[in-house]
T-cell receptor, first 115, second 112 residues
Framework: DVKVTQSSRYLVKRTGEKVFLECVQD?????MFWYRQDPGLGLRLIYF???????EKGDIPEGYSVSREKKERFSLILESASTNQTSMYLC??????????????FGEGSRLTVL | DAKTTQPPSMDCAEGRAANLPCNHS???????VYWYRQIHSQGPQYIIH???NNETNEMASLIITEDRKSSTLILPHATLRDTAVYYC?????????????FGAGTILRVKS
């Protein structure tokens, strides 16, 4: 019954490494999102995509990029990981284009530690 | 920027109703109010949503004020398993640039 799957639950990387976080959904949703979650700050939106090859910046896109080559897959890329990117990363998807009423499904999260 | 404000934390006695407030004073006419909760180490889960009428489902009730500037999530008989972070967000359509932004949420602690 898995709907949104994130490739890695826990990752440990070194400063300067390139990091890929993968997210796959099996619900044929148009819209996908990447958030990061830090204590006391809630969920902050990094990037979102409303269609294949389409992407929009969220509130904190600096230091991140994304890729949406296929509808079911939305990847978050850290070109050169830094210690301040140590966080929990959450992927989500929802049907669209009018996604006011569709349920937003989240993955279980990927906890990234950058040393 | 988050379009909602919530108290950072609340306590509730087990078996009592938990009433979680949310202020969304800048909500526009086509935006829905949604509530999610996140239990430690899991992704957020949907609870309930509404536009302007009060809503009830098996998990909770949602009371939206007549001017739609605030709402309250009610867990009628809170249990220890309801201890979580509760998020209130407003959702509109893509053409209004809605980004599904979450605020910091309310930490609800249910105590025995």
């Amino acid at each position: 019954d898995v709907k949104v799957t994130q490739s890695s639950r826990y990752l440990v990387k070194r400063t300067g490494e390139k990091v890929f976080l993968e997210c796959v959904q099996d619900m044929d949703h148009e819209n996908m999102f990447w958030y990061r979650q830090d204590p006391g700050l809630g969920l902050r939106l990094i990037y979102f995509s409303y269609d294949v090859k389409m992407k929009e910046k969220g509130d904190i896109p600096e230091g991140y990029s994304v890729s949406r080559e296929k509808k079911e897959r939305f990847s978050l890329i850290l070109e050169s990981a830094s210690t301040n990117q140590t966080s929990m990363y959450l992927c989500a998807s929802v049907s669209g284009p009018d996604y006011r009423t569709g349920e937003l499904f989240f993955g279980e999260g990927s906890r990234l530690t950058v040393l | 920027d988050a379009k909602t404000t919530q108290p950072p934390s609340m306590d509730c006695a087990e078996g009592r109703a938990a009433n979680l407030p949310c202020n969304h004073s800048t909500i526009s006419g086509n935006e829905y109010v949604y509530w999610y909760r996140q239990i430690h180490s899991q992704g957020p889960q949907y609870i309930i949503h509404g536009l302007k009428n009060n809503e009830t489902n098996e998990m909770a009730s949602l009371i939206i004020t007549e001017d739609r500037k605030s709402s309250t999530l009610i867990l009628p008989h809170a249990t220890l398993r309801d201890t979580a972070v509760y998020y209130c967000i407003v959702r509109g359509t893509m053409e209004y640039g809605n980004k599904l932004v979450f605020g910091a949420g309310t930490i609800l602690r249910v105590k025995s």
